[in-house]
């Protein structure tokens, strides 16, 4: 091996490791979830952004996947999976807004920040601000939806209910009764009957979260992203939006109960390890055969 | 007796009326659609894994994309008036969409940009309605059973396909016309469209899997042109 190759290797191995420090750098560890406001995700970007220097930060990070054109065909694409975002269509998963409609700008900042587990998209956090923000006023440059609509009106999260065991099961119930685990399957391995022919609205496969796999969602980690997530759907997913089926304080139940499927120590988790002990017997299975109690 | 009997035709008259009301005296275009070639053969659908929608089937239902009856007519072709139509607001009814023993019924909705759609869920079971539009916004929401209609509005035209991810057999479209002139063909390929003003149309015929095809028409005055449309089939 010549010095050169031997310096190249090197170098590949290298970004190697800086990506998958990227990608694990806010892993939802087995000891404890971050809390709303801990991490840096959310916090509001009240720069303006420059698309004409947005273009040229584009160009550097994200034009390797997402493509030239923001039609998510880089040079990248054939070979990772799930495929880039497509910029020309304006669907976005992570969105705080109801299916169909825009997400709001902090909607994009944030994912931009946190990147999407399990895919080949990093967290951008350590971009400053102001650069996150040119990358959003140009990445709004690849569809005429942006000029001619709004963002929708974000869902509203009311304040968090207490965790009861009486929440854990009634949010089991709407697990039953809304057909969770049809695709998400009975003990929520993302392994329902409908799970294996589902595929995105680009014809791709696609396979629903497996709650067991004790990863981060795609989009947060916090019970209120997680509201958020089955109420306005992942639009371009198979991921349907519950928001007009659910109501308020019912979808705490539901949040309640989806962190008992978790591999991670949870309240809820050591709520409802506690009450199965002894209750386990008087829960009927999910599934086809009806599952409530 | 005789009173009667002009009731019961008033009745009639009326019913033979009320679906053209939208669109008075004028011209008509009337034809059917059929196709060559050999279409693709449509497989039963098995819908074991939605066990109260498969007990409500009798018969093995049929895949819906190229449906045929006698003489080669061709079912499920959208036959409208693409060019020429005169302007006028959308009709004020809803265009309805039925989910039923996990069938879209019709299997193609024709509405006109800006008519208000109506889905509803008349199933045990939860459905999720996802239209695959890009012109248009994409959107996918749930529906269980006994929950309201789903009410939406497409502005743009465009032919979206439809679909539930829950059940992935079951498939359809929403065609988003810049009119309301048009006829979606039952298994005879027959169509009709009435009501339209001395001119010059284009009609359009459009089909899922065998395309489209446009021919032109003059109108002068209340007579019927004869317009048929011949599709080639297309084995996929």
Redesign the interface.
């Known amino acids: 091996m010549s010095r050169v190759a031997r310096r190249i290797a090197s170098i590949a191995a290298l970004a190697v490791l800086t990506v998958v420090a990227f990608a694990n750098g806010d892993a939802q560890t087995m000891h404890g979830l971050p809390r709303e406001g801990r991490g840096a995700d959310t916090m509001p970007n009240k720069r303006v952004g420059r698309p004409s220097v947005g273009k040229e930060e584009y160009t550097r990070y994200c034009a390797g996947c997402h493509g030239d054109r923001g039609d998510g065909m880089g040079e990248n694409t054939q070979w990772i999976d799930p495929k880039p975002r497509d910029f020309t269509?304006?669907?976005f998963k992570c969105r705080s807004t109801?299916?169909?409609?825009l997400p709001t700008d902090q909607d994009i900042i944030n994912t931009i920040r946190r990147g999407i587990v399990n895919s080949n998209m990093p967290q951008w956090r350590p971009l400053p601000d102001q650069m996150q923000a040119d990358l959003l006023s140009y990445i709004k440059t690849f569809s005429p939806?942006w000029k001619s609509?709004k963002p929708g009106t974000p869902v509203v999260i009311p304040a968090e209910t207490p965790v009861t065991t009486e929440s854990i099961l009634r949010g089991r119930e709407m697990f039953q009764?809304?057909?969770c685990w049809?695709?998400h399957g009975t003990e929520g391995r993302g392994d329902g009957?409908?799970a294996a022919?589902?595929t995105d609205?680009k014809d791709q496969p696609i396979h629903p979260f497996d709650f067991t796999s004790g990863t981060r969602f795609k989009c947060g980690t916090t019970n209120a992203d997680l509201y958020r997530i089955f109420m306005t759907?992942l639009?371009?997913?198979?991921?349907?939006?519950?928001v007009?089926?659910i109501k308020g304080d019912q979808g705490w139940d539901l949040v309640h109960y989806l962190r008992t499927l978790q591999p991670i120590r949870t309240p809820e988790s050591t709520l409802w390890k506690t009450w199965l002990a002894t209750h386990a017997a008087e829960l009927k299975p999910i599934g086809?055969e009806s599952g409530s109690r | 007796m005789k009173i009667a009997t002009s009731v019961a035709l008033c009745a009639l008259a009326t019913l033979a009326l009320a679906p053209s009301a939208h669109h008075t005296a004028g011209g008509t275009v009337t034809g059917k659609v059929t196709f060559t070639g050999t279409p693709p053969k449509m497989k039963p659908i098995d819908m074991a894994k939605e066990p109260s929608c498969a007990k409500a089937h009798t018969i093995p239902v049929m895949n819906e994309s190229v449906v045929t009856g006698a003489g080669n007519s061709l079912g499920n072709v959208v036959v409208y008036i693409s060019a020429g139509a005169p302007a006028g607001a959308p009709p004020a009814t809803a265009a309805t969409f039925d989910q039923k023993n996990c069938q879209y019924l019709p299997h193609v909705l024709a509405m006109e940009a800006g008519q208000k759609l109506e889905i509803k869920n008349d199933d045990q079971t939860s459905h999720n309605i996802h239209p695959l539009a890009k012109v248009n916004a994409e959107w996918n929401k749930s529906q269980p059973p006994g929950s309201p209609p789903i009410e939406a509005t497409y502005d743009k035209p465009e032919f979206i396909p439809v679909k539930c991810n829950v059940h992935p057999w079951m498939h359809g479209y929403f065609a988003v016309l810049n009119t309301s002139h048009s006829k979606v063909t039952g298994d005879d390929g027959e169509y009709s469209l009435s009501g339209l003003p001395p001119g010059k149309y284009t009609v359009t015929a459009w089909h899922e899997r065998f395309g489209t095809q446009s021919q032109e028409v003059t109108i002068t005055g209340t007579e019927t042109a004869k317009l048929d449309f011949v599709l080639k089939a297309t084995e996929y």
């Open positions: 269509q304006a669907t109801p299916s169909g409609t939806r609509e009764k809304f057909e049809k695709c009957p409908s022919a589902l609205s759907g639009d371009g997913t198979p991921m349907a939006s519950f007009d089926n086809p």
